[in-house]
């Protein structure tokens, strides 16, 4: 907290910012790039090989591929903007595909509910429009890589929940019609539905054929408004809309990262605004719980 309001508004400048890890911050050129260096006196210094970290900031993917073609980067972020098209290029490129690897993150994207907004204040029909979502063709035909998720926390991160058909929601047309029937909407008319996303070719695409899905098995009349990420953030903050896009990725690879610090009530990336004090005792338990299959446990009720 001290460094925070030491340092106002430039706290994670250079020679500002606190880090406690092997490398840190040498130099940030704002839009251009970020030089990391070699921590002396992180606890294993010595078995740090690499003296230096550069991060090249591009305006566009298209740039940045190209310069790593040319040999002037030594690794490619996926998370530099590559879109699912660009994935497939890289796959039948005889040369690219053998430096390809593709590896396990610690993120979920996912679609929330605003459970302060109608309908969704009703669980019956956040159930229903997340039964009526074929997740596998999401993955397949939008996105083209990850995995399909019906629960939050990765299984690959410690103390989660191990894969189960028993857990989550499945995609079943039949029951998400029932659990609409069940909230009312047998008799009466869904209201218009809003799902916001941030401006993104992908996202806009998946966030398209969920529109889709939800208006063939439920009829659902759901429209998309896209934001700029700057704004975006901002309305999530303000006024979530009743569906909204979003992605997480853990800052440490432990369950208590996901399920704490996006539903736990009051957190500040609850934008859900879900609150449920069983849930809040379940996580506040499992966060202090030294054995890991009891954490699990928590984790899965």
């Avoid at 880090?19 to 790039?33: A, C, D, S």
């Avoid at 998400?176 to 996202?203: C, M, S, W």
């Avoid at 990336?269 to 954490?295: G, K, Y």
Wanted: hydrophobic share 35%; aromatic share 12%.
């Amino acid at each position: 907290r001290e460094v925070i309001d030491a340092g106002g508004s430039a706290w994670t400048e250079p020679g500002a910012v606190w880090t406690n890890g092997p490398f840190v911050l040498e130099r940030w050129t704002h839009n251009r790039e970020i030089i990391l260096k070699k921590n002396p006196l992180w606890y294993a210094a010595d078995s740090v090989r690499i003296d230096r970290i550069r991060f090249a900031m591009f305006a566009d993917t298209a740039t940045a591929l190209d310069q790593y073609q040319q040999g002037n980067l030594d690794s490619l972020d996926p998370y530099g903007g590559l879109t699912p098209t660009d994935f497939e290029q890289l796959r039948e490129d005889p040369f690219l595909s053998k430096q390809m690897q593709i590896t396990p993150t610690l993120c979920t994207h996912y679609y929330g509910f605003n459970t302060t907004k109608p309908p969704f204040n009703d669980a019956r029909v956040r159930k229903a429009f997340s039964a009526a979502i074929d997740r596998e063709t999401i993955v397949s035909a939008s996105v083209k890589l990850g995995e399909p998720a019906r629960w939050f926390t990765p299984p690959y991160v410690f103390a989660s929940v191990e894969k189960s058909d028993a857990l989550g929601i499945a995609f079943n047309v039949n029951q998400a019609r029932e659990f609409l029937r069940q909230a009312g909407y047998d008799k009466k008319k869904l209201p218009p539905i809003t799902v916001g996303v941030n401006t993104n070719d992908t996202h806009e695409r998946i966030a398209e054929s969920l529109v889709q899905m939800w208006k063939t098995n439920l009829n659902a009349e759901v429209s998309v408004k896209t934001t700029d990420w700057k704004n975006y953030l901002q309305n999530l903050r303000d006024d979530p809309p009743q569906i909204f896009r979003l992605g997480w990725c853990a800052y440490f690879p432990d369950a208590a990262n996901f399920s704490e610090s996006v539903f736990r009530s009051g957190s500040l990336e609850n934008f859900t605004r879900w609150n449920n004090p069983q849930f809040d005792r379940l996580v506040d338990s499992a966060a202090h719980e030294s054995d890991v299959a009891r954490r699990r446990a928590q984790y899965r009720r």
